[in-house]
DNA sequence: TTGCGTGCAAAGGTTTTGCATGGCA
DNA sequence: TGCCATGCAAAACCTTTGCACGCAA
C-alpha cells in the first residue's frame, strides 16, 4: 500500500462514512452528500477512494441486485471486513458483523461434502432482520 | 405472463443454459457464445430472454462484486433454486447446490444472536473448489 | 391475421482511465 | 522537491427502451 496522504477531500468522504456507518449507500450517495456542502468532488474520485477503503478492509463492498449500482457499508467496529463473514438484511440493507465460529461446523461439513472452502471475508448470508419481519407483518395485516 | 413462441433466436439461447448449467455466466457470455455459432443476436434480445427466464424461476439472477456485472445461474436438476442454499467457487463460478441442513446449526445461531432469519434461497456461500485449490498451488509453485 | 419476438439504433446509467494540475509530506 | 491525489474530459461498459419489421401460431 502506497503512503496515504491526509487531503481535504479524503477527509470529507471519511466524514460521509462515520455518519453512515452500518447503512448502505452508493459511489452517487457520497458524491451528492459531499458535494451538497460545497464541495466540488469528482465521482472518480470517489470511486478510487472507496476502492481504496476497500482494499483497507475499512468498507464493504457489493452488489444490490435491485438498482444497477454497486453499494458499499462503512463500519468502524469490527476490524478489517476482510476476515469475518456478513450477513445481510434483504428488506432494508443492513449488514451484521458476523463472528466466524457460527460457521465453523457448516464449514467443516460443506469442506468434507462438497469440497468448498470457504472464504469468510467474501461469504454474505442473506436473510430477514427482526425489524423489518416486524414491518413486514404490519403490512400484511 | 403472455403466451410463448419457440423462435430459433430462444432455442439458441436455452441451449446454451443447459450446456452451461451450475455455472454462472453475464449476459455477454450467452451473446458471444450463441453468435459464435453463426448467429447475429442481438444484446437486448439476450436481456429480454434473460429476465423472462428470471420470471418463470428457471434462472437465479445476482451481482457479481469482482466484475461489474449481473451474473445468471441455470440449473435443471434440482428444481426450484428458490429453496436451498448454494455456495459458489470464486475461482471458477461453479455452483454447488447445498443441502441446508448443513446450515441449521448456524441458522439458529444468527437467528438467536443478531436476529436475522436466513433465506436459504438467497444465500450464496462464497469459497474455493478442491480443483482450483490445486490449480492455485501448481501456478504458486 | 394476430400478436409476440427480434434487430437496430439510441439513450441513460455506472464505472474506469489518461493527463495535467494541485497539494501533502 | 518528490510523490500522491484530484478534477476534468472522455471512454468503456452494462442495461434499457422505442420502433418497425419478421415470424410463430
Given at each position: 500500500m502506497k503512503n496515504e496522504y491526509k487531503t481535504k477531500t479524503r477527509l470529507a468522504i471519511v466524514e460521509f462514512l462515520r455518519e453512515n456507518a452500518d447503512t448502505r449507500f452508493t459511489a452517487r450517495d457520497v458524491l451528492n452528500a459531499v458535494n451538497k456542502l460545497g464541495n466540488n468532488l469528482d465521482r472518480s474520485t470517489v470511486y478510487r477512494n472507496l476502492e481504496r477503503l476497500c482494499m483497507e478492509g475499512r468498507l464493504v463492498k457489493y452488489r444490490e441486485t435491485d438498482i444497477n449500482a454497486t453499494c458499499y457499508q462503512y463500519s468502524?467496529?469490527?476490524?478489517?471486513?476482510?476476515?469475518h463473514m456478513h450477513a445481510q438484511?434483504?428488506?432494508?440493507g443492513r449488514i451484521f458483523h458476523l463472528d466466524n465460529s457460527v460457521l465453523d461446523d457448516a464449514a467443516k461439513r460443506i469442506k468434507a461434502e462438497y469440497g468448498l472452502e470457504i472464504n469468510y471475508g467474501k461469504t454474505v448470508i442473506i436473510g430477514v432482520c427482526d425489524e423489518c419481519k416486524e414491518l413486514d407483518g404490519e403490512k400484511a395485516d
Open positions: 468502524e467496529e469490527h476490524g478489517s471486513c476482510h476476515d438484511c434483504s428488506e432494508c
